[in-house]
């Protein structure tokens, strides 16, 4: 199908692209945040820990912004020749936002130059501090703009249609629509929760290697602490996008849930299996769960599935997108509670091996869970690319050579994501953490 089936392979090439470029956005949102909370600490603190914090995650951030706008680029130029119906349709309308993310990132990229160059140059250090607050909006406003143009691909708007085309565009009406806070709101806290716990991967797996140095340990602390914060954020904003799906989109809430029959009270399923009848199997019931996320009352009506045509249904595959989210949200939000008390009342079990070792697996698993919710929120708006208007068969190209330039992209995306941790290993480790800090302190690195 990849090489005879163009709509397919178009689907598939996207769906790649997406999925390796939001590693890279994620870090891109997250990181400036962590480097700002990093030396904010390390001022007032007057610690060189924290400091050395910011230095370094600055460093390593460079490398992921060269590739992400290499990957971004490529996004850009997949709508045009992978979508080339829904581009003449709708973009002059979201030609705007797009633009808007290129200034954004222009200038989050021209703050970040110069935060990089001036270290040490100021005789104030809070003077240099507030060189990242352009940066961390910038990247903020980056992923702001960018999750607009999806938010009005689940919920368009700020428009009429005439003749088969998109008249009368009020562009703040487009921007701004049903999904757009949810969805905005939802996009940052989770880039900054996984950019958190991914530092928090490394400064654990440092430990558990031997390292036991001061630097790690606050490192660890911090980031948990934060990763904790923007996880609660996170299942808070989900609750909320629930409600949003249940009054906007309840066809991709009811096929998340295999919740095939209107029903007052609906449970939550969580895992389980379908069999040929569409029958669920093993599947874990939580009560009126699913009734609470849809309207905030246990009892109240959630819609079923078998409400709408077969072929306006999104493929059930997406309930396993949104377990894996929810579990590993899940997972994340006890493990680092658990840390922030063991820490706060001694616990020795928090610093044990074992238990660093969970938190290490938390980096990663924090990108599947980003994974499953991009998975979950685009596979879940089929059969549509502009919902209710056009379905993502209408929109394809009809190209033959879809298929080989899948074949080129995987390749290309293979070489970026081997080359940018070989780079970023090359670098770290020809500047330890005592190196640096002894550089810093001119003495004593420990």
Excluded: C
């Amino acid at each position: 199908m990849l090489f005879d089936d163009p709509v397919y392979a178009s689907r598939l090439l996207t769906l790649l692209t997406l999925s390796f470029h939001i590693i890279y956005a994620t870090i891109g949102v997250g990181v400036p945040l962590m480097i700002m909370i990093a030396q904010w600490i390390g001022i007032k603190k007057n610690d060189n820990h924290y400091i050395l914090m910011a230095r370094r995650w600055a460093k390593g951030f460079v490398v992921t912004v060269a590739v992400g706008v290499v990957t971004g680029t490529i996004i850009g130029l997949q709508l045009s020749l992978l979508w080339p119906r829904f581009m003449e349709l709708a973009g002059n309308i979201i030609a705007l936002p797009l633009f808007m993310e290129v200034f954004a990132f222009f200038f989050e990229a021209i703050f970040l130059g110069i935060y990089l160059y001036t270290w040490d140059r100021f005789e104030n250090p809070k003077k240099h501090f507030l060189l990242l607050i352009p940066v961390a909006l910038g990247a903020g406003m980056s992923a702001f703009f960018i999750t607009i143009v999806n938010s009005f691909m689940n919920s368009p708007g700020g428009f009429d249609i005439i003749n088969g085309q998109l008249m009368n565009a009020n562009p703040l009406a487009a921007m701004f629509t049903a999904s757009m806070p949810t969805k905005v709101s939802h996009v940052l806290a989770t880039a900054y929760m996984t950019v958190a716990f991914m530092l928090a991967a490394i400064a654990a797996f440092k430990l558990i290697k031997g390292s036991n140095h001061e630097y790690h340990k606050k490192a660890l602390y911090m980031t948990m602490k934060v990763g904790l914060v923007f996880a609660i954020a996170t299942a808070l904003i989900g609750d909320l996008s629930g409600k949003y799906l249940a009054e906007y989109q309840p066809e991709k809430l009811a096929a998340a849930e295999w919740h095939f029959e209107t029903e007052e009270g609906a449970p939550l399923l969580m895992y389980g299996v379908l069999d040929d009848k569409q029958e669920v199997k093993y599947a874990i019931q939580v009560p009126f769960a699913l009734s609470m996320l849809a309207h905030g009352n246990p009892t109240s009506e959630v819609i079923g599935l078998n409400e709408f045509p077969v072929e306006e249904q999104p493929p059930l595959v997406i309930h396993y997108f949104f377990d894996t989210m929810v579990t590993i949200g899940g997972f994340m939000i006890f493990l680092s509670l658990v840390y922030w008390i063991g820490i706060k009342r001694s616990w020795p079990f928090v610093k044990a091996n074992w238990y660093r070792w969970l938190i290490v697996l938390g980096g990663p698993l924090s990108f599947l869970a980003i994974e499953a919710g991009w998975w979950m929120a685009e596979v879940g708006r089929q059969p549509w690319i502009l919902r209710g208007i056009m379905t993502v068969d209408q929109a394809a190209t009809t190209s033959e050579y879809v298929g080989h330039m899948f074949i080129l992209f995987a390749g290309l995306y293979l070489v970026l994501g081997i080359g940018t941790v070989v780079v970023l290993r090359r670098i770290f480790k020809n500047d330890p953490v005592e190196k640096e800090l002894e550089k810093m302190q001119g003495g004593d690195p420990s």
